[in-house]
């Protein structure tokens, strides 16, 4: 198997050059690749690079969005055994020159904008030198490693895109890049502390990519719809390599809106959905959706929350979808369900292993392996990074040794091999000395067809320490009666909410990924309980479950 991303592309190029690899909006309109030409402009950025300075090992950072010039940067930087930094487009310029700084990036390549925003303005802010300088010739003092920078047309002090790949002429590119090259720097999104920096290498990145791949059923036949911004982990480090692997069609979708979803996804018959959960969400709902609109629609990944997977699945008749799990730090997935699964396994686990990685469940405090079927922490070895990158102290605690790495994830494996996730070992509810799982509460509350989301987080209460709080999206006009009833029919005592919050879907608050933010849904949580009873009373008696609707 090819082990870096130059071989991969060389190797679709000589059985079948001529076919579709990539669509995507380009910097002057949409843009149709073959494997040939994908090949040939990241070889000719390739050699700009080199020209530019650049070798094995430096960085490049994009301030790209999902275009096919992102792609063909990636191409570039790998072939030469240089590390892609993607940029988040959504950054500000004080987030811009945090990352530049940290990075130390050599080149930088940014398209014109993003939404309204002006990255050539936004860069140029970032340090006087910028604009006053000689394209390649930059010498700044926030950033002394920066050299270039490159926009689609040029600008004070930086190449235009054509006119710095024009500078690779004649370049010879020697020294292939290495399967332990670093091909991406992807930082997280950095929710509850600083953003943390992962290092993926070459090879383990093309290995696991198989392995996604092969799990949801991936091949050339097919053209994958990628939603999720490609600086993140599902778009970098999960969607790119098993789509290279594969050898099929990727389809780029640039701004997100619903709409243009639709309407992408129903040009070019994409048939596996690669997005963000928020996207399954806003598509469905769109005014203008319908299913058969989504027809083409077979694979792809299942996404978070029970919810979603049912709207996916179900509603939208991607019965193919797979639940996975997985981690940036991880190189993706670790594991991954079959698209024949039965409906409650997608619905009640993550999948089962995925080849080249071991698992431990263990006891959060000793460490010490649980017996089987028993929650407890999840540690992992395998494909994984042994560091973040420069090694801040702080996340240390993350590699416990011997190669294993601490998901901070509780969970356990069922008799079937199958992964059942329960929660965030932050976020675990004790309700009376009982830990409960909001992730087990949530699931059991999505099985009522009348509650299409839920979301439950725990808040300090004067009797057990901690009670529970679901906020709930309904439908048909459901009222929190019906909800008690059916929870005290269905599951113990302790898993019964103390207070349920109706509430729309755009009420609970979510990460720029389309997690639910459980940090700040807590907050309002709190918010909410006090304006409603000021005094600051109990949250309810032990088992009783009471029920605000939204005005």
Known sequence: MSQTIGEVVDAHVATRGDELALVGPGFAGTRRLTWRELRDEGAALARALVRAGVGRGDRVAALLGNRPEWVVTALAAGRIGATLVPLNTWYKPAELAWTLSRTGAVVLLSEAGFLKRDFASDIASLDPGIAAGTPGELRLEAFPQLRTVVHPEARSGAFGWDEFVARGSGVVLDGPARPEDPLFLLYTSGSTAEPKG??????????????????????????????????????????????????????????????????????ERCTVFYGMSNMVLAIHESPVYSRERVSSLVKGAAGISVAERKILIEDMGVSGATASYGATELYGNCFGGNPDDPLDLKYETTGYPLPGFEFRIVDPASLEDLDPGEVGLLLVRGFVIDAYDGDPPDTRSAFVGDGWYSTGDLGAFGADGYFRYHSRMKEMIKVGGINVSPVEVEQILLRHPGIREASVVGVPDAVRGEAMVAVLAVAGGLEADEVRGYMRDTAAAFKTPSRFLIRGSDWVPRTASGKVAKAILREKVLTALAEDDPAGGATGAPGEVQGDRAS
């Open 198 to 267: 992962v290092v993926l290498n070459q090879g383990p990145l093309l290995q696991n990519g198989t392995g996604i791949g092969d799990r949801r059923g991936i091949d050339s036949s097919d053209r994958i719809w990628l939603g999720s911004p490609l600086f993140y982990g599902l778009g970098a480090a999960n969607c790119l390599p098993a789509w290279l692997t594969h050898g099929a069609c990727l389809v780029l979708q640039g701004v997100f809106t619903a709409e243009t979803a639709l309407d992408v996804i129903e040009r």
